[in-house]
């Protein structure tokens, strides 16, 4: 933003100035991209006040965080190289707090005759000069403040001025928020691509290893065939019975990495849940979570991708598995079968946390997690819901009086 070097005369002239600040300002803000933090522009507002011929000598902006449960305030004294710092009660943030929420500006005339919210110490060591006036103009997101070191030295036009300002900054404030969003979600996306990267390298690793699988049990074959004496004739049999459990893993990964595949076939749900149970079994064992099956006999067969529907057992599983550990040092997973009229239901049920009733309606949005972002992409029950509708199925949480409980549900007819 080019400065200007003299305060206007006329008001015209005034104004003219202020809608090119505004101009500028409001074009920059746009130009944005997810590498800026808004230091520029704040420092560019900054330049904005002396063009007016606002009689400032400090100016900052105090930032409300609104979204934990203690709001808190940090600064920043717009310069292009500063940063936002932490406010404390001896800076004045409980002053701060109450401006913003009353969303009216707040003129102190003349500190040095009343100092009614004994301001002058705090604004001293954040300014860094003998404050004697200033005003707060409080903006959707925090409050612009501009202070000096002459008593009353700021006119209604110098208020009125700033206020379109003000305004200025909340549109700022929505643009780096939605920047912010907008990189977490290429993050995001980033890690799916990984993802399926990984799944792709997996697939082929399971190739080979049926490979080296079917010469182990070949030859186990041959040997068990020998009629061996014991103990070599045991060894032989546990190690051929070892190979065809690791055989029938693979089996599943492949399965799981085969999932796209469009042809349908009728299921055995149950059978598709054990095979899921089995992959996991030795991890959640290690782990000191328990994991029971509680499987109704005599289900009809539903037709499906088998792929697909194991993938909602395995997300179902995991989801359970990482909210008990997130929450303790075990737990336990039961995961039930039946029969509901035309539909048959599948539940997994786990005493860890449960799901908080603010985000239950929100848990099948893409992208959205309550895990780390190292741990978790947000899509796992996304994907989940989509599968369930692609199979004329539904998938919800319930109440659970100790931790989660989540249905789906796979039409019959």
Request: net charge negative; aromatic share 6%.
């Amino acid at each position: 933003m080019k400065p200007y070097n003299r305060a206007p005369e006329y008001s015209g002239e005034k104004n003219s100035i202020l809608q090119s600040v505004l101009s500028q300002l409001s074009k920059a803000i746009w130009q944005m991209d997810e590498r800026e933090d808004g230091s520029q522009i704040l420092a560019d507002l900054r330049t904005g006040l002396k063009a007016l011929g606002i009689p400032f000598e400090g100016c900052g902006i105090f930032f409300v965080e609104q979204d934990i449960s203690s709001p808190s305030v940090r600064f920043h004294s717009m310069h292009a190289k500063g940063s936002w710092q932490p406010t404390t009660r001896g800076m004045g943030r409980d002053l701060i707090l109450q401006i913003w929420k009353a969303g009216v500006p707040f003129y102190r005339r003349d500190l040095g005759r009343e100092d009614k919210y004994r301001e002058k110490e705090c604004l001293a060591r954040v300014f860094g000069y003998p404050v004697r006036c200033g005003f707060d103009i409080p903006f959707t997101h925090g409050t612009l403040a501009i202070n000096s070191s002459v008593a009353d030295v700021f006119t209604s036009r110098d208020i009125k001025s700033t206020l379109s300002l003000a305004a200025l900054l909340s549109v700022l404030f929505y643009r780096l928020q939605d920047l912010a969003e907008m990189k977490a979600r290429d993050e995001q996306i980033r890690q799916v691509q990984s993802m399926a990267m990984v799944g792709q390298l997996a697939a082929g690793a399971t190739h080979e290893i049926n490979n080296a699988l079917m010469a182990i049990l070949g030859y186990g074959e041959l040997l068990l065939a020998e009629k061996l004496a014991p103990p070599t004739s045991e060894s032989v049999n546990l190690m051929y019975h070892a190979a065809q459990q690791v055989q029938n893993i693979v089996a599943i990964l492949q399965n799981l990495a085969n999932r796209q595949r469009m042809v349908k076939e009728y299921l055995d749900l149950n059978q598709l849940i054990r095979d899921m149970i089995l992959l996991l079994h030795t991890q959640l064992e290690r782990e000191q979570v328990e994991i029971i099956d509680d499987l109704a006999e005599d289900l009809p067969p539903i037709e499906g991708h088998a792929g697909q529907i194991q993938q909602i057992v395995l997300n179902l599983i995991q989801n359970s598995r990482d909210a008990i550990l997130e929450s303790s040092s075990g737990g336990m997973i039961i995961i039930r079968t039946f029969k509901d009229e035309d539909s048959l239901a599948l539940e997994v049920q786990d005493d860890g946390p449960g799901i908080p009733l603010e985000i239950a309606e929100r848990i099948f949005e893409p992208f959205f997690t309550t895990k780390k972002a190292a741990s978790g992409t947000g899509l796992g029950l996304s994907v989940c819901q989509e599968i369930a509708k692609g199979h004329k199925g539904s998938i919800r949480a319930k109440k659970h009086a100790d931790g989660a409980r989540v249905v789906v549900e796979f039409c019959l007819e």
